[in-house]
């Protein structure tokens, strides 16, 4: 596999829902959007295609909590799904400024013109870290709109 290494898999990007924060006590939706892919290159000098697969992934919330899976995860398909937990979403406890982050491990697959062969290890590859800010949210009654009237009741 250490051979491979310069090969380097496209580990594409974690996404948190919705846009980079969260709500306390509340599921925070995370997906990795790594995919299978080839590659063409040389190795010692002869002409290969390099197969990378997402075998599994390590999810770091950045509060301590990190889990590893065989699932990427998945966007919320609409509003309705807004909020639900998911295989990869993650409930913070406290509100935080995180750092999250996801590492994807792949394994391979080599072709040298006589076929498709499988490669011994995996490689994990860590993809670009995101900010997450946890919030707490409060529900309150209110008499109207609080952004057109902030001295109405309850607004304050």
Known sequence: MSDL???RPLVGELVVEPDGWGVVGTPTNFYATAEAHTMDGELFDV???VRWTPSSYVFDYGDGTVEETE???AAWRGPEESWTETATS???ATTDDV????????TAEVDAGGGWFAVPGTLPVEAPA???KV???DTVLTNG???ANPSAAGCG
Request: charged letters at 15%; glycine letters at 4%; a negative charge.
């Open 47 to 49: 002409p290969i295609r």
């Open 130 to 132: 995101v900010d997450v």
């Open 71 to 73: 699932a990427s995860g």
């Open 145 to 147: 709109d609080c952004m």
């Open 5 to 7: 290494a310069a090969f």
């Open 135 to 137: 919030f707490e949210v």
């Open 90 to 92: 993650h409930a913070y």
């Open 99 to 106: 750092r999250a982050s996801v590492t994807v491990v792949f």
